[in-house]
């Protein structure tokens, strides 16, 4: 056989792989409102930097009409290429092969991109389109799923691992992405652990695909998704401005990006957005806006948990870390799943080295009888852990209250923030002022002429004492009292006294967060 026969084959083999499941599945496909596995790497990655592994692996089962199919690379493509001149790793389920269903040896191709990953300390982002393991394969699919879990978990706090769920993700697929750090979902998909046939012939619940695992559900209900997204075109888009905040892996920073916006800029606008009425609500969105470069404040899990509000911005060049009670939704108050929402971005921040900015306007916990019997006892304490556990630059702003042991958990001084700066209309106390005279002067309040009057007195003397931000600083709780236009700048010199901090902890496997 000559040279250019040999050529001739090698390019007949790998065109039918390019083609994945043909002409008419791809335009199935687009039909659907999906692009194809190879479209979306290409979106993802700069141009003409994609880098194939794998080519051309093939299945090797047999069993059940196996052996009569052709599965250009088995059904999901992987490789390597580079976002905005950065490595990053990818696979890619090609819905087109075998409704991009998992076997043995697409299994073996996303655990060998994910060992590279985790070799070359560098990003990965899977992109989910599947109809689930290939059941013709039996336990060879289930190893498979156990693999690229065990790789999920090994990387977890090493590299950044980001999910995409472009399409179907049903049964042991959803565990991948819900161990990963970051998980973006399209209207097109769809993720849940047992399908709505299988729910109605076990409980006799009727629901849709939608209703159960859809986009809005994943978003606002379950948590289970941080980036919403139209299409697959904009979820390409989140993945690449997310990735622009993150570091390659855990031994280096976030990239810096420098900035035309003074990091000495006066912020005087943040004391006209913060109402002096300690009920009124504001969007805590247009405070982080006003402290960070250029006003641009990447948001995460938007719809989930809205009483809380966290995501990236830069300070200074510098990326930050922003959790902030968001007084617009329940007052700002903590429940059980902003709790786990805060505390869950925390811990990515403090694994990858990015400082963190605490904005505090909180009035306690949501009380109420689902919450205690829902574990708010057990959920308010991984906000506690992971501020507690975290070593990474710390800074807390008080902006306005700051009750009881929502005030503790929002990154204290004596929970481990660095810097802890108040506002001059900042109130810290146990709790809220009706409330504690109610019980500090019970008696006098019932046995005086004019309750009402006295009970209105009473308050106003407690306040005048206690809720302001000079207690907590005689004591040392609060380095500055700032006023508003002050604070982007005090801000931003903070992070960078502490940005080579070093914190010691006690030699352990791990700790046991109340999970």
């Given at each position: 056989m000559s040279d250019s026969e040999r050529y001739s084959i090698l390019r007949q083999k790998r065109n039918r792989i390019l083609e994945g499941g043909g002409a008419d599945r791809v335009k199935k496909q687009h039909e659907s409102g999906k692009l194809t596995a190879r479209e979306r790497i290409d979106l993802l990655l700069d141009p003409g930097t994609f880098q194939e592994e794998n080519v051309f692996v093939s299945h090797r089962n047999t069993g059940f009409g196996l052996d009569k199919q052709e599965l250009p690379g088995d059904g999901v493509v992987t490789g390597h290429g580079y976002v905005d001149g950065r490595l990053v790793f990818v696979y890619s389920q090609d819905f087109t092969v075998a409704g991009g269903s998992l076997g043995e040896m697409h299994a073996a191709k996303i655990a060998r991109v994910q060992d590279l990953a985790l070799k070359y300390g560098a990003p990965i982002v899977s992109i989910s389109d599947s109809g689930g393991a290939r059941i013709q394969e039996g336990i060879d699919s289930l190893k498979g799923y156990a693999s690229i879990f065990y790789r999920n978990t090994i990387s977890s706090g090493v590299i950044p691992q980001i999910s995409m769920i472009a399409g179907p993700c049903a049964g042991g697929a959803v565990y991948s992405p819900g161990i990963m750090d970051f998980v973006v979902m399209t209207e097109q998909a769809r993720m849940f652990i047992t399908g709505p046939k299988v729910i109605e012939s076990v409980t006799g619940e009727q629901v849709s695909d939608d209703e159960l695992g859809g986009l809005a559900v994943h978003a606002e209900k379950s948590g289970n998704v941080h980036l919403a997204a139209a299409n697959d075109k904009e979820a390409i888009s989140l993945i690449r401005q997310l990735l622009s905040y993150l570091p390659s892996n855990n031994s280096e920073d976030a990239p810096d990006q420098p900035s035309d916006d003074p990091p000495d800029r006066a912020t005087p606008e943040i004391g006209e957005i913060i109402p002096v009425e300690a009920n009124k609500p504001y969007d805590v969105r247009s405070v982080i806006q006003s402290l960070a470069d250029g006003g641009r404040f990447f948001e995460i899990a938007e719809g989930f948990a809205k009483s809380i509000c966290v995501g990236f911005t830069r300070m200074g060049g510098q990326v930050v870390g922003v959790v902030?009670?968001?007084?617009?939704?329940?007052?700002?108050?903590?429940?059980?799943?902003?709790?786990?929402?805060?505390?869950?971005?925390?811990?990515?921040?403090?694994?990858?080295?990015?400082?963190?900015?605490?904005?505090?306007?909180?009035?306690?916990?949501?009380?109420?009888?689902?919450?205690?019997?829902?574990?708010?006892?057990?959920?308010?304490?991984?906000?506690?852990?992971?501020?507690?556990?975290?070593?990474?630059?710390?800074?807390?702003?008080?902006?306005?209250?700051?009750?009881?042991?929502?005030?503790?958990?929002?990154?204290?001084?004596?929970?481990?923030?660095?810097?802890?700066?108040?506002?001059?209309?900042?109130?810290?106390?146990?709790?809220?002022?009706?409330?504690?005279?109610?019980?500090?002067?019970?008696?006098?309040?019932?046995?005086?002429?004019?309750?009402?009057?006295?009970?209105?007195?009473?308050?106003?003397?407690?306040?005048?004492?206690?809720?302001?931000?000079?207690?907590?600083?005689?004591?040392?709780?609060?380095?500055?009292?700032?006023?508003?236009?002050?604070?982007?700048?005090?801000?931003?010199?903070?992070?960078?006294?502490?940005?080579?901090?070093?914190?010691?902890?006690?030699?352990?496997?791990?700790?046991?967060?109340?999970?």
């Open positions: 902030a009670n968001q007084s617009r939704f329940l007052a700002g108050v903590l429940d059980i799943d902003s709790s786990d929402k805060a505390a869950r971005f925390v811990r990515f921040c403090d694994a990858f080295n990015i400082p963190l900015l605490t904005l505090v306007d909180v009035g306690g916990y949501l009380p109420g009888v689902d919450q205690e019997h829902g574990g708010i006892i057990r959920h308010g304490a991984k906000l506690l852990y992971a501020f507690s556990e975290c070593t990474v630059p710390k800074v807390t702003v008080i902006l306005r209250k700051a009750y009881g042991g929502a005030y503790i958990a929002m990154s204290c001084r004596d929970l481990g923030a660095d810097f802890v700066f108040a506002l001059p209309s900042a109130e810290i106390a146990v709790m809220g002022a009706d409330g504690a005279a109610q019980i500090i002067f019970a008696k006098e309040i019932r046995d005086a002429a004019d309750p009402e009057a006295t009970r209105q007195q009473l308050i106003a003397d407690y306040k005048d004492k206690l809720y302001n931000p000079y207690v907590a600083g005689e004591r040392g709780l609060v380095d500055d009292i700032l006023e508003p236009s002050e604070l982007r700048g005090r801000v931003i010199r903070s992070f960078r006294t502490a940005r080579n901090k070093r914190e010691d902890r006690p030699l352990r496997k791990h700790g046991n967060i109340p999970l």
